[in-house]
């Protein structure tokens, strides 16, 4: 007679937990918070409270005067900045990966933009520049992808320039005029102090004559009583 194995149910559901295929992760849908929260950092580049009047990609140069030659400065946006409460502008780039400032200065009336001999693409100038930390005196050179952008940079340059030259010639005037305006206020303050000083003189003259007169009217009544 054949024997009967009994099997435990227990052990053969644990046997098919251990040979059954691994499953893939499932999305529960739980949020798991950060260990570490970070915060959101406003980041200034000082250009808050300016206006952007011409924004072009370039590659800019500097002269190096020891060595004699040309020496590049980075790849990056040129920008002219207008500031919204002076009304000053300035020239700005920054170098496109690293957003190094490679060129900062102000375009002052003196300041002239001429085409680079030889390349219609580029273009010179002089300037005092601040992107190093200090100020120096610097010859840059600009080369722009297109004609027309180094056409609009030199054209918008001149511009600004003219109008700060007209800006400060209109400064000059008003500050001049309020000169004049407090020399004559104080010339006229003066005509009127000299005219006060002089009626005051004039009252005191009239009032001693008429101190002296009196006194002889009294000299002389008596002579005449006797």
């Keep these: 007679m054949a024997s009967i194995t009994k099997t435990d149910p227990q052990e053969h559901n644990r046997e098919d937990e251990e040979n059954a295929p691994a499953a893939d992760d499932e999305d529960t ?9 970070l915060e959101e950092v ?6 808050e409270n300016e206006d952007p009047m011409l924004d ?25 900045l207008k500031h919204k409460v002076s009304g000053k502008v300035r020239l700005v780039m920054r170098q496109s990966k690293t957003l190094k400032i490679c060129a900062n200065h102000l375009v002052l009336p003196t300041m002239t933009v001429q085409e680079h001999a030889g390349n219609d693409k580029s273009c010179v ?20 992808a297109s004609v ?4 609009s940079f030199m054209e918008m340059v001149q511009e600004v320039a003219e ?29 009127g102090k000299e005219q006060e000083e002089k009626a005051a003189a004039s009252e005191d003259k009239e009032a001693g004559e008429d101190k002296a007169k009196t ?9 005449s009583k006797a």
């Design 56 to 80: 072009l990609k370039a590659k800019l140069y500097r002269f190096d005067k020891e060595g004699n030659q040309w020496k590049e400065r980075g790849v990056g946006n040129v920008k002219l």
């Design 42 to 47: 406003a980041v200034s580049t000082g250009e």
């Design 215 to 223: 006194e002889a009217d009294k000299k002389d009544e008596p002579a």
């Design 125 to 144: 100038w002089h300037a005092t520049d601040f992107a190093d930390g200090e100020l120096k005196e610097e010859m840059f050179c600009i080369r722009f």
């Design 148 to 151: 027309e952008n180094c056409k």
């Design 29 to 37: 849908g739980a949020q798991v918070a950060p260990i570490v929260k």
């Design 163 to 191: 109008s700060q030259g007209k800006k400060e010639e209109t400064k000059d005037a008003t500050a001049t005029a309020g000169l004049l305006e407090k020399l004559s206020v104080g010339e006229s303050k003066s005509d």
